[in-house]
């Protein structure tokens, strides 16, 4: 294994105490998700399971998507670079999702291959989960999205007041850009902005007008380049 880490309570005594289990890149497959889907139906104490670069799959993410619908005690998931999964997988997902009362953090960062167009229909599936999921905090989707799925993300922003950190891809300037500004001038629970832009005076301009009216964000971090080459530059702002 390249790398396991394992975090107990502070007694450290029993398995049964196990609070985060971190086991990125070491080759877990369907397979292995399913086993580790049946352990979270009857867990009651794991709060955090990274599954980063792991080739999962569909069928790794659908296992546990189901776990999720029974499982009360996970509250962040990883599962950044967890292979490229598909639209149905995605859509168990956000179904999950949506009636999970647990989870506060969701990472699904560069599920897509390196160098490939961006689907939409993550960001679309997350957003209609977030019209009713009312926990999920932190939410992390850069690399993952076309333009469709961010906008998408940015309207579900305008009724959602639970996100307070969001990682978004990169937002070309235009139409999608002036979504994501009106939802700015609307949402007043966001803290923090992380998201892909196009440097340019059209893009600079949108954001100035969503942030000249929002009340919340604290953070703003602009990233530019190469974003599914997986080669950018960044710039953080403390508002």
Not at 25 to 50: E, F, H, K, M
Not at 55 to 65: N, Q, S
Not at 77 to 105: I, K
Request: proline share 4%; aromatic share 4%; with cysteine.
């Amino acid at each position: 294994m390249k790398y396991l880490s394992i975090q107990k309570d502070r007694d450290g005594a029993s398995s049964t105490t196990l609070l985060q289990l971190h086991v990125g890149q070491t080759g877990i497959d369907s397979v292995g998700a399913g086993y580790l889907a049946d352990a979270l139906r009857c867990n009651r104490n794991l709060t955090r399971l990274d599954l980063t670069n792991n080739p999962i799959g569909d069928e790794g993410v659908m296992f546990l998507a189901a776990a999720l619908t029974e499982n009360s005690s996970l509250t962040e998931l990883d599962l950044s670079e967890a292979a490229p999964f598909g639209e149905e997988a995605a859509r168990h997902l956000a179904t999950a999702l949506a009636g999970n009362r647990s989870l506060t953090t969701l990472e699904a960062c560069a599920i897509v291959p390196k160098g490939a167009d961006p689907p939409s229909w993550l960001g679309e599936h997350l957003a209609a989960a977030l019209s009713s999921n009312t926990t999920l905090r932190e939410l992390d989707v850069c690399w993952g999205m076309s333009g469709a799925g961010t906008a998408a993300l940015a309207d579900a922003l305008l009724m959602n007041c639970t996100l307070r950190r969001v990682l978004l891809d990169q937002i070309p300037p235009g139409p999608v850009m002036a979504r994501l500004a009106d939802a700015l001038c609307r949402n007043s629970t966001l803290r923090s902005l992380n998201v892909g832009v196009v440097p340019g005076d059209e893009s600079m301009q949108a954001l100035s007008r969503g942030l000249a009216l929002n009340t919340g964000l604290e953070q703003l971090t602009l990233r530019s380049g190469l974003m599914h080459g997986w080669v950018y530059s960044e710039a953080s702002l403390s508002i």
